[in-house]
């Protein structure tokens, strides 16, 4: 019964860096995005995310 308490714990470790991973990502994408639209005078100079 510990080995597969001890899977379980290494799944959810597992399974939360790569979302941590995938936001950081997301992330940087959404900045690189919010920029190239603020040089293409889509958003307003002075608009920033939430």
Do not use: A, H, P, W
């Not at 597969?4 to 939360?16: A, E, P, Q, R």
């Amino acid at each position: 019964m510990e080995n597969l308490g001890f899977i379980f714990g290494i799944t959810g470790m597992s399974m939360g860096v790569i979302g941590f991973v995938f936001g950081v990502i997301s992330m940087s994408k959404i900045d690189k995005l919010e920029k190239r639209l603020k040089e293409l005078d889509v958003l307003n100079q002075d608009f920033k995310s939430s």
